[in-house]
């Protein structure tokens, strides 16, 4: 019987390893697979794979376990590579896009996906992405590679730009996991819902969004959500433990282009010039839009993480439940054969009419043995394929500057972004980029320092 090789690069994210392999092993046809993982760090190299073992006896996983601190010997003979780290960490990294971004008047929440931060973050991860193609294309050339780095857009933009043979999928959890926030906010089984979505990473909507009845019959679930917001029980606090974040950003969203988006309002807030704006704490009160809610979280998830590792060091045993992320389930189709329907970032090929061929578009596609294939959507209506443009051309602009070495591109993209060029002015914008690209020296390709 064959066994697939899977290679986890930036396995040092223990929990994110655990329960995306706690989903492989729950899959009768890769309950054998062999895992390589691979991280720069060996301390937390060394964590994961104490938890990743205990998981393999605990759920009877039969499959070689080897661990790797450099980037070749991990891919070499894989069928799938699973990329998930962040370049320059917290520290010093995010803190620095915060606090320069700061400095200069521009509050951000999360900043790993437009912005400045955005940017930053693309700029000092897509070289590390361009290397992993590289060797993939000379070690393991047939292999599928499944990335959940951020930002996904540009950098799932930029791998097809410089590496089009690759096979690759941009991955993220807001399409499925906002349906089952939205059954939780009208009390309903997310397993009754049917949807269309489409649109570009963190910024896809609900082209329709049906629940079954008990006759079989489905029905339009908009109105149901939208009298459930203006009665005010929706949304429902608490979602996912965190009180800073209530989720009004989307549903104002929502109410005013008539359809849902996928993303986070913490995320969605810096996506556009609406919410967050100098001289305005009435919008951050009214829409409870967390500034700064990235770095509290990673300094929450460092203080658990010691505690949660001594737990892990004590168990006998290491069992998860079944999530809702992707990846073992297209890595299940692709290597057994069995259909599924998957939400993935891919290049634009004519799927959506009104956005720009070969930008990042999510999009429903079919997997299977044929591999990966995108749904055609048709076009968008005008209203979301317009604001989805104003992120877009970010993205493309710190693509252009990425693959061309065009350091200028790089303060075009920060001028063009909505939220930026909301609150600051052109000069004010070319000096905050000035300085976060200094502050990021040793981080950012050389050439960019000139």
Same mark, same amino acid.
């Given at each position: 019987?064959?066994?697939?090789?899977?290679?986890?690069?930036?396995?040092?994210?223990?929990?994110?390893?655990?329960?995306?392999?706690?989903?492989?092993?729950?899959?009768?046809?890769?309950?054998?697979?062999?895992?390589?993982?691979?991280?720069?760090?060996?301390?937390?190299?060394?964590?994961?794979?104490?938890?990743?073992?205990?998981?393999?006896?605990?759920?009877? *996983?039969?499959?070689?376990?080897?661990?790797?601190?450099?980037?070749?010997p991990a891919l070499?003979?894989?069928?799938?590579?699973?990329?998930?780290?962040?370049?320059?960490?917290?520290?010093?990294?995010?803190?620095?896009?915060?606090?320069?971004?700061?400095?200069?008047?521009?509050?951000?929440?999360?900043?790993?996906?437009?912005?400045?931060?955005?940017?930053?973050? *693309?700029?000092?991860?897509?070289?590390?992405?361009?290397?992993?193609?590289?060797?993939?294309?000379?070690?393991?050339?047939?292999?599928?590679?499944?990335?959940?780095?951020?930002?996904?857009?540009?950098?799932?933009?930029?791998?097809?730009?410089?590496?089009?043979?690759?096979?690759?999928?941009?991955?993220?959890?807001?399409?499925?996991?906002?349906?089952?926030?939205?059954?939780?906010?009208?009390?309903?089984?997310?397993?009754?819902?049917?949807?269309?979505?489409?649109?570009?990473?963190?910024?896809?909507?609900?082209?329709?969004?049906?629940?079954?009845?008990?006759?079989?019959?489905?029905?339009?679930?908009?109105?149901?959500?939208?009298?459930?917001?203006?009665?005010?029980?929706?949304?429902?606090?608490?979602?996912?433990?965190?009180?800073?974040?209530q989720n009004l950003?989307?549903?104002?969203?929502?109410?005013?282009?008539?359809?849902?988006?996928?993303?986070?309002?913490?995320?969605?807030?810096?996506?556009?010039?609406?919410?967050?704006?100098?001289?305005?704490?009435?919008?951050?009160?009214?829409?409870?839009?967390?500034?700064?809610?990235?770095?509290?979280?990673?300094?929450?998830?460092?203080?658990?993480?010691?505690?949660?590792?001594?737990?892990?060091?004590? *168990?006998?045993?290491?069992?998860?439940?079944?999530?809702?992320?992707? +990846?073992?389930?297209?890595?299940?189709?692709?290597?057994?054969?069995?259909?599924?329907?998957?939400?993935?970032?891919?290049?634009?090929?004519?799927?959506?009419?009104?956005?720009?061929?070969?930008?990042?578009?999510?999009?429903?596609?079919?997997?299977?043995?044929?591999?990966?294939?995108?749904?055609?959507?048709?076009?968008?209506?005008?209203?979301?394929?317009?604001?989805?443009?104003?992120?877009?051309?970010?993205? +493309?602009?710190?693509?252009?500057?990425?693959?061309?070495?065009?350091?200028?591109?790089?303060?075009?993209?920060?001028?063009?972004?909505p939220h930026t060029? *909301?609150?600051?002015?052109?000069?004010?914008?070319?000096?905050?980029?000035?300085?976060?690209?200094?502050?990021?020296?040793?981080?950012?390709?050389?050439?960019?320092?000139?």
């Open positions: 019987m064959r066994t697939p090789n899977i290679t986890f690069i930036g396995a040092g994210s223990t929990i994110f390893v655990k329960n995306i392999l706690g989903d492989v092993f729950h899959k009768p046809a890769l309950k054998n697979a062999n895992i390589s993982l691979m991280d720069i760090d060996p301390q937390r190299l060394e964590e994961s794979q104490i938890v990743v073992r205990k998981l393999m006896d605990s759920s009877g *996983a039969k499959g070689q376990l080897n661990c790797h601190t450099e980037l070749k070499a003979g894989a069928n799938f590579v699973i990329v998930a780290f962040q370049i320059g960490g917290y520290e010093p990294c995010t803190v620095t896009d915060f606090e320069v971004c700061k400095r200069h008047g521009l509050e951000q929440t999360i900043a790993d996906t437009l912005g400045p931060g955005g940017i930053m973050r *693309a700029l000092r991860t897509i070289p590390h992405l361009w290397q992993i193609c590289e060797d993939m294309t000379e070690v393991c050339p047939q292999a599928t590679m499944l990335n959940y780095v951020n930002p996904m857009a540009m950098n799932t933009w930029a791998m097809y730009q410089q590496f089009p043979h690759i096979k690759q999928v941009g991955l993220c959890h807001s399409v499925q996991g906002t349906a089952h926030e939205l059954a939780r906010d009208l009390d309903i089984d997310p397993a009754t819902l049917r949807y269309r979505c489409a649109g570009i990473n963190h910024m896809a909507f609900y082209l329709t969004l049906e629940r079954q009845l008990e006759s079989g019959k489905y029905v339009n679930l908009y109105p149901e959500l939208l009298a459930a917001y203006e009665a005010g029980s929706a949304p429902k606090p608490g979602l996912h433990h965190n009180q800073r974040c950003v989307r549903y104002e969203l929502f109410k005013k282009f008539g359809y849902f988006v996928t993303e986070s309002s913490e995320h969605f807030a810096e996506y556009t010039p609406y919410f967050i704006k100098p001289g305005r704490p009435d919008l951050i009160e009214r829409y409870k839009v967390p500034l700064d809610e990235y770095p509290k979280r990673c300094v929450e998830q460092i203080a658990r993480w010691q505690d949660d590792l001594t737990a892990y060091r004590q *168990a006998e045993r290491v069992e998860v439940p079944e999530s809702n992320e992707y +990846a073992s389930v297209i890595i299940n189709s692709l290597w057994s054969g069995e259909p599924s329907v998957i939400y993935g970032n891919v290049r634009n090929d004519g799927l959506i009419t009104n956005l720009p061929d070969g930008c990042c578009v999510e999009v429903p596609c079919l997997v299977d043995a044929n591999g990966i294939q995108p749904t055609a959507i048709g076009r968008l209506p005008t209203h979301l394929a317009a604001l989805m443009s104003t992120n877009i051309n970010v993205q +493309a602009l710190v693509t252009e500057a990425i693959t061309e070495r065009k350091r200028e591109s790089i303060y075009h993209a920060a001028l063009l972004d060029a *909301a609150v600051l002015g052109m000069d004010e914008i070319y000096a905050l980029i000035d300085e976060l690209i200094e502050a990021h020296r040793g981080w950012l390709p050389e050439w960019i320092h000139g």
